[in-house]
């Protein structure tokens, strides 16, 4: 397919598709304009509005290099989500996950950090309450500028992850040292403050991905973490509900399943003992990424 048919099909599919971006306002004393954009389909999106097989089909003709957005298709409560049809078949052999072990009832809780809006403490507070494990996926301004939530992420025992210096699209550098340098940067940051290795979890910034840049990243040793739940719920000054988040995280949750949550949301932070408590009624644990299954 020429490569302009399918930028324009691209963006057809993206306006109509709604697909969520996030914004945030500049960070304070930084060079670094980064942000905590997250690009994904709202589950059921696909299924909602167009056939998504036919969809997956025309993203499917894509090469190993152009920029593919994370999306995934919620089934329903307890229901095990699909990732997408386009990039199923090479994220095993690339170290990337969306989902874990589905055989148990296990969640794997993580927040993106692109600034700090004063809720991280809290969230570390009922993690430790119920001693919950999570990732946090962090770039580099945020260890520049917030070294004790850092160190304290490393305290109790959370996984440190890397979310990129500068927080692009990784599917668009193609120049292996400044690639590279997106991950070492972060990597540098952490060790210097911490004295310890970065673990090697990597979120790509917005979702945006090719597989191009899935085998660049396992070769610096990362496995790529995306997703197979996530809602509207960055938006600081548009925040949902408190009961629509408790009834949209707990219905989204399934065996397996990696949750995306943004430390940002003041609702998030309000609810999170509520939905840690419901799901583990329910029978569900939460797990380490250290504990994702290897095969």
């Not at 190993?64 to 919620?74: A, H, I, P, T």
């Not at 979702?207 to 996530?230: P, Q, R």
Request: hydrophobic share 35%; proline share 4%.
């Amino acid at each position: 397919m020429n490569k302009s048919i399918k930028s324009l099909i691209a963006l057809s599919l993206a306006m109509n598709l709604i697909t969520l971006v996030p914004q945030k306002p500049a960070l304070a004393a930084s060079d670094n304009d980064t942000d905590s954009n997250e690009c994904f389909q709202e589950d059921g999106v696909f299924g909602d509005i167009l056939d998504v097989d036919n969809i997956r089909d025309i993203f499917s003709s894509f090469s190993d290099e152009d920029e593919l957005n994370w999306y995934y298709v919620g089934k329903g409560k307890d229901q095990i989500a699909e990732g997408p049809k386009e990039s199923v078949s090479f994220l095993k052999e690339n170290s990337a996950y969306y989902l874990g072990d589905t055989s148990k009832k296990v969640l794997y809780l993580t927040f993106d950090e692109g600034y700090e809006n004063g809720n991280t403490g809290k969230i570390l507070d009922i993690l430790k309450e119920y001693k919950v494990p999570a990732a946090f996926f962090v770039v580099k301004p945020y260890i520049d500028t917030q070294p004790e939530l850092i160190k304290r992420m490393v305290d109790e025992g959370h996984v440190v992850g890397n979310h990129t210096v500068h927080h692009p699209s990784m599917a668009q550098i193609r120049d292996k040292e400044k690639f590279e340098a997106e991950f070492t940067g972060v990597e540098n940051a952490f060790k210097e403050l911490t004295g310890q290795d970065m673990p090697k979890f990597f979120r790509p910034p917005m979702g945006k991905y090719s597989k191009k840049s899935l085998e660049m990243t396992k070769d610096l040793g990362y496995k790529t973490i995306f997703w197979s739940f996530a809602y509207k719920d960055w938006l600081v000054n548009n925040q949902p509900s408190e009961s629509y988040a408790v009834e949209k995280i707990c219905k989204g949750a399934h065996p397996g399943s990696i949750m995306l949550l943004h430390a940002v949301s003041n609702t998030n932070t309000k609810v999170l003992s509520s939905v840690i408590k419901t799901l583990q009624q329910e029978g569900y644990e939460f797990k380490s990424l250290n504990d994702l299954p290897t095969e």
